[in-house]
T-cell receptor, first 113, second 113 residues
Framework: DVKVTQSSRYLVKRTGEKVFLECVQD?????MFWYRQDPGLGLRLIYF???????EKGDIPEGYSVSREKKERFSLILESASTNQTSMYLC????????????FGNGTRLTVT | QQQVKQSPQSLIVQKGGISIINCAYE??????FPWYQQFPGKGPALLIA?????SEKKEGRFTISFNKSAKQFSLHIMDSQPGDSATYFC????????????FGKGTMLLVSP
């Protein structure tokens, strides 16, 4: 069974801090994604990656960057956290073939104060 | 911007009733339509999906109905159970290349005992 593990369940950071959200998948999946989930706004794609060291912007990349140094690991970076980045962050992976399902982690609830 | 519009935002159904969630899309090139189910504290998980070459797909109590001419698709949950209480997301994507899912904003379903 595919497992996508996000390193923190809850995180509290101060405005201006640099924040790292880590995600690891154990199924050798090609593609990995970062979403944020906000009430009434659904799931919005921040960044995704189709290969090691590759990254593509999603719908809301502003204020975020990503890193994929190894196939199994995809990190989301908030260079200077702001209060409007308080949200639930979901990592996902998928195998790379047409219509392969997304496998999500259980999320990191980030609060920026 | 490609959009998938989902309604209602929330839904309360009595145990044993039928839950219906509707989605409409704009991009006629979309050709893959999954539904994801998310329980509290968990990431979304694929529930059921349909391609536009069929008008209906059924898996147990869950059915997707698809109307290509109207650019609409819906999820029907028959004999709804309290264990079905969750947030449901419809989504759409292209069935080729590096296409990411476009999600609806979600429907919070509560099935009352």
């Amino acid at each position: 069974d595919v497992k996508v593990t996000q390193s923190s369940r809850y995180l509290v950071k101060r405005t201006g801090e640099k924040v790292f959200l880590e995600c690891v998948q154990d199924m050798d999946h090609e593609n990995m994604f970062w979403y944020r989930q906000d009430p009434g706004l659904g799931l919005r794609l921040i960044y995704f990656s189709y290969d090691v060291k590759m990254k593509e912007k999603g719908d809301i990349p502003e204020g975020y960057s990503v890193s994929r140094e190894k196939k199994e690991r995809f990190s989301l970076i908030l260079e200077s956290a702001s209060t409007n980045q308080t949200s639930m962050y979901l990592c996902a992976s998928e195998g790379g073939w047409n219509n392969s399902p997304l496998h999500f982690g259980n999320g990191t609830r980030l609060t920026v104060t | 911007q490609q959009q998938v519009k989902q309604s209602p935002q929330s839904l309360i159904v009595q145990k044993g009733g039928i839950s219906i969630i509707n989605c409409a899309y704009e991009n006629t090139a979309f050709d893959y339509f999954p539904w994801y189910q998310q329980f509290p504290g968990k990431g979304p998980a694929l529930l059921i999906a349909i391609r536009p070459d069929v008008s209906e797909k059924k898996e147990g109590r869950f059915t997707i109905s698809f109307n290509k001419s109207a650019k609409q698709f819906s999820l029907h949950i028959m004999d709804s159970q309290p264990g079905d209480s969750a947030t449901y997301f419809c989504a759409a994507s292209l069935n080729s290349g590096y296409s990411t899912l476009t999600f609806g904003k979600g429907t919070m379903l509560l099935v009352s005992p």
